[in-house]
C-alpha cells in the first residue's frame, strides 16, 4: 500500500482583480475594484498610524485610539452612532497593527451614501472623551489580564521581545496593562491628531460601485480633510538581531510547557520574500511540513508544531513555536535546533518544492473570493510599496522559484546560531536540562512587562546556579 499523498492537482486558471486607482487633492490615496456580484461594498481605510508610531513605553496607544473611533464623535454620541450604523445594517470596527491603523466597514450599495458620511465623521470628528477611554481602557486590560496568565501567549510575547529589543516592533499593539494604566485621553487625542492625516491614509471601495460614484463619495465626504503627513519617519529595528539566547518564564503547576524559537527575518519588501514562503512551507507552515512530521508524527512529543513568517514593513521576524510535556522540554528544543540545522545544510527536495507550491498558489484564489479579502491584498500593497501588478504577476513568480534559488535565500536568511529561545512551563522541572542551549534568564511569569526596556520587573532574589538573572 503506497502511504505517499497524492501528486498535486493541476494548477487553475485565476486572475486577480483589477482595479483603479487616483490622488484627492488632499493627498489621500483611493483604490476602487468594481465587483457587482453581490450588492454589497466594502470600505477600508489604512493610516500611517500603528504602534511603531509610538514609544513602547505607550505600548496600546494607537490601538486604545482605534477603539475610541466610534465612541463618541462631534455630532453622535457612542449609542447614537451605534444606533445609525444599525438602521443601514452597517458594520464598523477598527484597529491597530504594528504598522499601521485600519478601519473597515461595510454596508448594502444602497445605504452606501450615509455609511460614507458616518465613516467621515467616525475619522474626522472624533471626541476621544475621558470616560469613555477609561471604560475601554478598563475592557482591554481586563483581556489583557487574562493573556498574561496563558502560557502561550507570555512565550510568543517574551520571544517577540528578544527578538526586537527595545524597538516598537518588540511591543504588543494592544499594549500591557501598566502602560494603560499610564495612558491619558489628551495623550490618544495628540496621537490621533498627528497621524490621523489625509497624505498617511488610503482609502479602498470594493464591491458593487463604480469608480466614478466612488471618487464622488470621498471627494464629498473626505475632500475637506486637511494635513501633510506625519512628522518624521519610523525606525527600523537594527539589522542584527540578540544573538543566541534563552528565557524561561515559570508558570507554576504547569504540565507542559510552551516553546518559541526565533530570529529576525526580512521586511516585507524584500526580494527573498517569496522564495522565503515557500520554504517557510517545506519547514514548518503545512501540516506535512518537515517540523511537524518530525515532532508531532515521529517522535509524539506534540500535537501541533508550526513556524511562522512575519515580515512587516521594517522588519520581520521568523518563528517556531509548539508544546510538549514538560519533561520532554529540552528534548523538543533540541530536535528543532536539529531541524533547523539539517534546513540550512541540506537541501530540499523537488518533491518538497513542488507541494509547497502547489499549496501557495493553489491557495491564493480561495483567499482572494470577496470584496474584503481583495481590499485587503491591496492595502498590503499600498502599505509596503509593492508594485502595481504584485498580485496579478504572484502565482507565476512562485511558479518560476527554482530549487537553487530557495536554497541559497534559505542558507541567507535561517540562521539557527542567531535563535532566541523562550520556554514558558513549570521552572524548577526544565532549567536544569535547558542548560545545555546556553546562558539564560529564569523569569517569574508575574514579572514580564514587555514595555519595559529591560523586560524584567525587577531582581530575583534567589539565583540559581548556572543561570544569570535580571
Known sequence: ???????????????????????LPNGLTLLVVEDFRQPMVVLDLMLDAGSIRHSPASAGLSSIAARLLSQGTEHYSAQEMARSL??????????????AFYVSMQTLQPALPLAVRLLAETLLRPLFEPEEMQRVILNQTSSLQIHYADAEFLAAAAATRLLFGAHSYGTPADGHPASLARMSAEEVRRFYSAHSRPENACLIF????????ALRLAEDNLGAWTGGRSPGAPTPPSPDGPGQRVLLIDVPHAVQ?????????????????LPL?????????????????????REGLTYGARSVLQMDRLGGSFQISTFTQTGKSAQAVGIILELLQEFVHGPITARELEDAKAYVIGSFPIHNETPGQVADRLLSSALHELPEDY??????KLEEIT??????????????????????GEASAIRSSMRDF????????????????DLFLSADPHPEPGMSYH
Open 391 to 396: 498580485w496579478h504577476t504572484y502565482r507565476q
Open 86 to 99: 444599525d438602521l443601514i445594517a452597517a458594520g464598523l470596527a477598527a484597529h491597530a497593527a504594528r504598522d
Open 403 to 424: 530549487l537553487e534559488e530557495i536554497s541559497s535565500v534559505i542558507r541567507k536568511h535561517i540562521r539557527p546560531e542567531h535563535c532566541s529561545i523562550v520556554a514558558a
Open 206 to 213: 470594493s464591491g458593487a460601485i463604480g469608480f466614478a460614484e
Open 257 to 273: 510547557t510552551q516553546i518559541v524559537i526565533g530570529q529576525r527575518c526580512i521586511a516585507r519588501r524584500d526580494p527573498d520574500h
Open 1 to 23: 500500500m503506497n502511504a505517499l499523498p497524492p501528486p498535486p492537482a493541476a494548477k487553475r486558471e485565476f486572475s486577480f482583480p483589477e482595479h483603479r486607482s487616483c490622488r
Open 438 to 453: 546556553g546562558e539564560g534568564v529564569l523569569l517569574a511569569a508575574s514579572r514580564f512587562d514587555p514595555t519595559r526596556e
Open 277 to 297: 514562503v515557500l520554504a517557510n512551507q517545506v519547514f514548518g507552515a503545512g501540516f506535512n511540513s518537515r517540523l511537524n512530521l518530525r515532532l508531532r508524527a
